[in-house]
């Protein structure tokens, strides 16, 4: 007996439902005490509020992300995630799981140097 034409569907949304939770899934999983976080930003804060709201967290920029107001930073202790979120960040997540959509070019030594000498921040 054929399956009913309103069960036809069923299988693409099994397949439409895990290619969308799983990387949020992912997102969500605790990222390593020493490693990369994604920091979301609110939407209208510009490059360099988000600079210096990363260097009041005490944490580097390794690259900013595909809109302004995201940023990948190097996570080194277990209160910088906290430290984020006191100096606005909304989210922090696993660098790792977000990366593939929310890259943008990695700084340079010499790049994120200049950022850090033009704002007075060492």
Do not use: H
Not at 55 to 78: E, F, K, L, M, P
């Amino acid at each position: 007996m054929p399956a009913p034409k309103a069960l036809s569907f069923l299988p693409a949304a099994i397949v439409g439902l895990a290619v969308i939770s799983t990387p949020l899934l992912a997102a969500f999983e605790p990222f390593e005490e020493a490693g990369e976080a994604a920091a979301f930003y609110p939407l209208d804060w510009s490059v360099n509020e988000v600079f210096l709201a990363a260097a009041q967290a005490d944490v580097s920029i390794v690259r900013y992300g595909a809109a302004d107001n995201i940023a990948i930073v190097r996570i080194t202790g277990s209160d910088d995630a906290a430290a984020l979120r006191a100096t606005g960040a909304w989210l922090v997540l696993n660098a790792q799981a977000m990366g593939g959509c929310l890259i943008g070019p990695q700084l340079s030594d010499v790049q994120s140097a200049a950022l850090t000498n033009s704002r007075g921040v060492i």
